[in-house]
């Protein structure tokens, strides 16, 4: 008796738990509707229906608890091939007049199916996938600043199909089909592959990727650029990168970027990657601004297209710390090595894919910054980083643990980790210093005398020792940046309001500016057909186009600077002059004074 009731007991628990888990004994089932259809039709369709059963991964078949009903209509819209309602699927007659006996079955009708049965899936019980926050960050609808809801899609280039971009559903059903049907689905979009395996079920596909994230990065000349193939396996480490603010409009915030803190071939991942700061890479969200003059109404309106940026450390350094005499501060993420991966590949899907716009206020670097960083980092997508300034998304980051903002806390010892780059204003008066020590310079402030003529530098040039000398030499290419920048502003006036007609320079300028669209945008650069992240063939392309831009550009870019120099104001010609000239008389004391002091040393001796 006690073993009946134990029997009986254990059948009542065996079948609690089946009606626990319905999809476990479920499988995909067809039923086919007939009406309308001829003889030959209708084995066209047993067979598209048979073929794509065999095709459907068994993980997504046994998610079906009831059989599809599929019938076939000649109403549909012309760009319908499918649609579903209440988990019964309706699909276009004229996908069956291509099918074949003895042949492949044609990937439209294939995917038709296969897309409509994404959304049976979606809709039905257990699914709902489509309406997930997680789903809307991967698929491209970012979550808006200050308010509740979600941008549209901007993810507009390297796409299989702009359908997908009509909704969340309709993506997840495009990027079904190629999940299912595309082999190289796992390498073109890792991380939508990876959610379908995680939340579906695997597709049964084997796929070598390489593991290398391409990347059009920028050079050190002007004008050059070259694709950068980066190992998620060799970036130690990222660092959230915060340009302070200065006084221009559009700075006063400061600039939000993330370092890239890769290690330099032959070195072991580690602390001592932080040294090889030649190898390190900055991603940086900018407006690229196609003309030749910058309008703060495009800005704040959204005319200008929001651009990730990659490049070299070392320039951003200088960018900031140099020319503009902005300090830059490096806080370390908290990241584990498969965050950043996940992290490095998200930014190569908006590198290649993002066409959004850059507004001044509400889309702007910290924003897209954010987008970026929650978007990459899955744990981070919760409560969100959206904040509008650079400080204020520091601030969060902090707040949540994701941030160390405590290896700035003593200003020299971050400096010699490479946690903190002054700016050069700083550094600037302390060379003032040393030369005031030997010299009247008839001032206590580096930017007064940065800020003089230079004919009225140079009576003084002469004068200093060894170490005046080489203080006052720097400086004066400190003053030559500040004049080319000066003259850079003043020729952006006179070539963006022509006196007459067209204008040789302009027109050289425009090409220019086009090329480096094509750049930051550079799915420009690849061949048509392709979607997500450019595969073999397709970089060897990038790397070709943007090579041959580059050996256009550069020579391009030096000529232009040289014709448009000639072009200033006399005033602003004669300084640039000047400056040149007290360069060459510092040079030439300089190794005057060397000698000296290399003569009576060895007297000494």
């Given at each position: 008796m006690q073993a009946r009731r134990r029997a009986r007991r254990w059948r009542w628990a065996a079948l609690a738990a089946l009606l626990a888990s319905p999809f476990a004994q479920a499988e995909l089932q067809f039923e086919l509707q007939p009406d309308g259809l001829d003889g030959q039709q209708i084995l066209a369709a047993e067979r598209a229906l048979q073929d794509v059963q065999h095709v459907v991964p068994a993980a997504w078949q046994a998610r079906f608890d009831r059989p599809v009903r599929v019938r076939w209509s000649s109403t549909l819209p012309d760009h319908v091939h499918g649609r579903t309602r209440r988990g019964a699927i309706t699909l276009r007659r004229d996908l069956l007049a291509d099918v074949r006996a003895g042949e492949p079955l044609p990937r439209a009708l294939q995917a038709a199916l296969i897309h409509e049965l994404a959304h049976v899936l979606d809709r039905g019980p257990g699914g709902g996938w489509s309406q997930t926050a997680r789903w809307r960050d991967l698929s491209g609808w970012q979550q808006r600043p200050w308010r509740l809801g979600r941008t549209g899609n901007h993810f507009s280039t390297?796409?299989?199909?702009?359908?997908?971009?009509?909704?969340?559903?309709?993506?997840?059903?495009?990027?079904?089909?190629?999940?299912?049907?595309?082999?190289a689905y796992a390498c073109r979009r890792p991380a939508l592959h990876a959610w379908f395996?995680?939340?579906?079920?695997a597709s049964g596909h084997a796929a070598d990727c390489d593991?290398?994230?391409?990347?059009?990065?920028?050079?050190?000349?002007?004008?050059?650029?070259?694709?950068?193939?980066?190992?998620?396996?060799?970036?130690?480490?990222?660092?959230?990168l915060l340009a302070e603010g200065n006084d221009q409009l559009m700075s006063r915030w400061g600039h939000s970027m993330l370092r890239l803190v890769i290690c330099a071939p032959g070195r072991a991942p580690g602390p001592a990657c932080r040294m090889?700061?030649?190898?390190?890479?900055?991603?940086?969200?900018?407006?690229f601004v196609g003309d030749v003059q910058i309008?703060?109404?495009?800005?704040?309106?959204?005319?200008?297209?929001?651009?990730l940026f990659v490049l070299p450390l070392n320039q951003v350094i200088n960018e900031y710390t140099q020319l503009e005499l902005r300090g830059l501060s490096s806080v370390p993420l908290r990241l584990q090595p498969g965050e950043i991966a996940s992290l490095l590949e998200r930014a190569a899907q908006v590198h290649w894919s993002y066409d959004g716009k850059y507004l001044f206020v509400s889309n702007n670097c910290a924003v897209e910054t954010g987008k970026l960083l929650q978007e990459g980092v899955p744990a981070w997508a919760t409560p969100g980083l959206n904040r509008i300034t650079p400080r204020g998304l520091l601030t969060r980051l902090t707040r949540e643990g994701r941030a160390d903002p405590t290896v700035l806390q003593n200003r020299a010892e971050a400096t010699r980790q490479g946690y903190y780059f002054a700016s050069a204003k700083d550094h600037y008066q302390q060379l003032f210093e040393v030369a005031r020590r030997e010299l009247p310079l008839g001032t206590p402030e580096v930017t007064a005398w940065l800020l003089r003529p230079a004919a009225q530098r140079a009576p003084w040039l002469d004068q200093g020792g060894l170490r005046a000398t080489a203080a006052l030499l720097l400086l004066e290419q400190a003053a030559r940046q500040r004049e080319e920048l000066r003259a850079r502003d003043q020729l952006k006036r006179t070539l963006g309001n022509p006196a007459h007609g067209t204008d040789p320079a302009r027109d050289t300028l425009m090409a220019l500016l086009h090329d480096t669209g094509q750049l930051v945008s550079p799915a420009a650069l690849l061949p048509a057909g392709g979607y997500g992240l450019p595969l073999g063939s397709e970089r060897a392309a990038a790397a070709a186009s943007t090579a041959a831009i580059s050996a256009r550009a550069v020579p391009a870019w030096q000529q232009l600077q040289q014709q448009l120099r000639a072009r200033l104001p006399a005033a602003q010609q004669q300084e640039l002059v000047t400056i040149e000239d007290n360069l060459d008389r510092l040079g030439a004391r300089m190794r005057t004074l060397a000698r000296e002091e290399t003569a009576t040393g060895a007297a000494v001796r």
């Open positions: 390297r796409s299989p199909d702009a359908y997908e971009r009509t909704s969340p559903a309709e993506y997840l059903a495009v990027n079904a089909e190629h999940f299912v049907l595309d082999p395996t995680a939340q579906i079920g593991a290398r994230l391409p990347l059009v990065q920028a050079d050190d000349a002007s004008g050059a650029a070259s694709l950068l193939q980066v190992d998620p396996a060799r970036v130690y480490a990222v660092d959230y090889d700061l030649s190898y390190h890479r900055v991603l940086s969200f900018r407006a309008s703060s109404w495009r800005g704040l309106s959204g005319s200008y297209p929001s651009r």
